[in-house]
Nanobody, 132 residues
């Protein structure tokens, strides 16, 4: 059974930083893509960042939405089965529920289109609020 458990949200200040964690279990080891998405009230879900953990190709390659490029970093710690999202210089528009998502055996096409959100497994989400 695949499980994704996010943590690390809360009330943060604009200009500050956040670090979200996603503990991942049950996925295909060394053949999975993990991503962070977010959804603000009244807005569509948005892809934030994705990391390929597929040793077949592109292992460790990261992908970012234009809205967070240069501010966000997605990393993985395989020993802890955890994927992190670090985001600096927070803006009020970063406030949202952040979700971790997983897709086993991604293709290159899937990775190119990761932001479309066609992931099989989703966490329950963690709320991030940003005060200006």
């Amino acid at each position: 059974e695949v499980q994704l458990v996010e943590s690390g949200g809360g009330l943060l200040q604009a200009g500050g930083s956040l670090r979200l964690s996603c503990v991942v279990s049950g996925v295909t080891r060394d053949d999975v893509a993990i991503a962070w998405f977010r959804q603000a009230p009244g807005k569509e879900r948005e892809g934030v960042a994705c990391i390929s953990l597929a040793r077949r190709f592109n292992y460790g390659r990261t992908y970012y939405a234009d809205s967070v490029k240069g501010r966000a970093t997605i990393t993985s710690d395989n020993a802890k089965n955890t994927v992190y999202l670090q985001m600096n210089n927070l803006k009020p528009e970063d406030a949202a529920v952040y979700y971790c998502a997983a897709f086993n055996s991604p293709t290159l096409l899937f990775l190119r289109l990761w932001a479309s959100g066609a992931f099989d497994y989703w966490g329950q989400g963690t709320q991030v609020a940003v005060s200006s």
